[in-house]
């Protein structure tokens, strides 16, 4: 039962222009919300979070978008650069107890092409 | 300075044997886990545990231990290795409380087995 789906397994965008990462998550207990970057030989670095009583959460060039309704979740980067190329995970988690118990997606590879 | 580092990286061995995996954190965190990243890319969490005491216990063959001799470590041995055990593992700790749910990973130990 795959709970957290990035149906996107890559992306490709321009350097300077906006990249979209999409996720969807299906157990409505899910309250935290995390991304996650990974470079290859790596372990996947915190990126920013957004909790379900936001719907909006901004750190410099990254903000996340929540849709509760939707059971969606984007992050979106502006501007891209190539950098950033790395493979994105979603990640949903419930707040509290065993608070760091997440449930990953199986992420996408961003590419930031300069 | 490495704020979670595990020992080895790369582990090739034959099926049947055991093996292990070290962890350690310097980052005064108070929970560490094991995660497995299998073939399909998903991370998945394995076990956590929280001043040595053994808190998430997923449904992971008993021939999979985890043994935390204090907060800082959190090693995991495996038992009579088989195939499907081929995948990165990932160590990761967390605070305990506000930020629980952020996870600070090491950078992968690639099991193969032959």
């Known amino acids: 039962d795959q709970q957290v789906k990035q149906n996107s397994p890559s992306l490709s965008v321009q350097e300077g222009r906006i990249s979209i990462l999409n996720c969807d998550y299906t157990?409505?207990?899910?309250?935290?919300f995390l991304w996650y970057k990974k470079y290859p030989a790596e372990g996947p670095t915190f990126l920013i979070s957004?909790?379900?009583?936001?719907d909006k959460n901004e750190d410099g060039r990254f903000t996340v978008f929540l849709n509760k309704s939707a059971k969606h979740l984007s992050l979106h980067i502006v501007p891209s650069q190539p950098g950033d190329s790395a493979v994105y995970f979603c990640a949903a988690s419930v707040w509290g107890t065993n608070a760091g118990k997440s449930t990953f997606g199986d992420g996408t590879t961003l590419t930031v092409k300069p | 300075d490495t704020a979670v580092s595990q020992t080895p990286k790369y582990l090739v061995t034959q099926m049947g044997n055991d093996k292990s995996i070290k962890c350690e954190q310097n980052?005064?965190?108070?929970?560490m886990y094991w995660y497995k990243q299998d073939s399909k890319k998903f991370l998945k969490i394995m076990f956590s545990y929280n001043n040595k005491e053994l808190i998430i216990n997923e449904t992971v063959p008993n021939r999979f231990s985890p043994k935390s001799p204090d907060k800082a470590h959190l090693n995991l041995h495996i038992n009579s290795l088989e195939l499907g055990d081929s995948a990165v593992y990932f160590c990761a700790s967390s605070l305990r409380g506000a930020g629980a749910n952020v996870l600070t990973f090491g950078a992968g130990s690639r099991l193969t087995v032959l």
């Open positions: 157990n409505s207990m899910f309250d935290y």
């Open positions: 980052l005064g965190h108070d929970t």
């Open positions: 957004i909790s379900s009583i936001k």
